[in-house]
C-alpha cells in the first residue's frame, strides 16, 4: 500500500518561497507519476503540477507556470514542489498524490497524502 507524507508547508509574506516535499513508501517508487494539488477553502481542489516517473516531463498549471519547479529523487523516493515569488491566491492545503499514469487529471490519481496547509499572506 503506498503512502504519502507531505511537510514543509506554513506561512509566508507574498513575494516569499517555500519547498513542499513528499515523501513515498510502500511500493517502487519510480513506478508512479506524481502530482501536486492544492484545494483553498471553499473551492475543488485542482492541479499544480505533475512529473513523470524518471522526472523526465514535467507540466504545471498556468497559474504556477514560471513560479513553482516540480523535481524528484528516485533514490530517496521523494517529490518536491519549490514554490517561489508566491501570492496570497495560492493559500490553500496542498496535497501530493502518486499514480501508475501520468497525468493532470485530479480523478486520475489513486494515492493521496494528508496535505501541508500554505498560507500567504498581503
Known amino acids: 500500500q503506498v503512502q504519502l507524507a507531505e511537510s514543509g508547508g506554513g506561512l509566508v509574506q507574498a513575494g516569499g518561497s517555500l519547498r513542499l516535499s513528499c515523501a513515498f513508501s510502500?511500493?517502487?517508487?519510480?513506478?508512479?507519476?506524481m502530482g501536486w494539488f492544492r484545494q483553498a477553502p471553499g473551492k475543488e481542489r485542482e492541479f499544480v503540477a505533475a512529473?513523470?516517473?524518471?522526472?523526465?516531463?514535467?507540466y504545471y498549471a498556468d497559474s504556477v507556470k514560471g513560479r513553482f519547479t516540480i523535481s524528484r529523487d528516485n533514490a530517496k523516493n521523494t517529490v518536491s514542489l519549490q514554490m517561489n515569488s508566491l501570492k496570497p491566491e495560492d493559500t490553500a492545503v496542498y496535497y501530493c498524490?502518486?499514480?501508475?499514469?501520468?497525468?493532470?487529471?485530479?480523478?486520475?490519481?489513486?494515492?493521496w497524502g494528508q496535505g501541508t496547509q500554505v498560507t500567504v499572506s498581503s
Open positions: 512529473i513523470a516517473w524518471s522526472g523526465g516531463s514535467r
Open positions: 498524490a502518486g499514480d501508475a499514469q501520468y497525468s493532470a487529471n485530479r480523478d486520475q490519481y489513486k494515492y
Open positions: 510502500g511500493q517502487t517508487f519510480s513506478d508512479y507519476a
